[in-house]
């Protein structure tokens, strides 16, 4: 028994080892490695990629067709913003004749009024002279009917008898000198 159970023992030392090592056991670690490569590739080639390669083609195309929206989204948007640069200019012309029309008519009634302004001055110009002129007058009447005045004053005072015709002509030869 003890020789048994020393040879048993070898037996499980022997075969204590790896058990991928253990050359009897090859064979069939082989087929089982073909067997889980090929159900690998299978599974692979007839599921996995081909979702993978769905999903691969469907984002390419998505971002192609992104892409392809994007540029024509900038070509609108050029077109957009020549549009609107256009109208800015037109809308700019359109303010500087509305604002070179409303000068005109501004200065139409700047000059309408400024002739009036004119006429009026000129007729109160004219008025205004006109009441100078009598006033012109009537001062001189007035200086020379206080000259007579003084005149026949200063003769009757020195002593002599004044004679109006006289004075009336020295003062009238007077004023003719003067002026």
Known sequence: MATDAATGAVEVAEKAGMP???FSTWPNQIFWLAVTLIAIYLVLTRIALPRIGGVLAERRGTITNDLATAEE????????????????AQARAEAGKIAAGARAEIQKDLDIAIAKADAEIAARSAESEKRLAEIQAGAMKAVGDVARDTAAELVAALGGKADAKAIAAAMTARLKGVM
């Open 73 to 88: 989204l900038k070509q609108k948007a050029v077109a957009a913003e020549k549009a609107y640069n256009d109208a800015l």
């Open 20 to 22: 991928q090592l253990d």
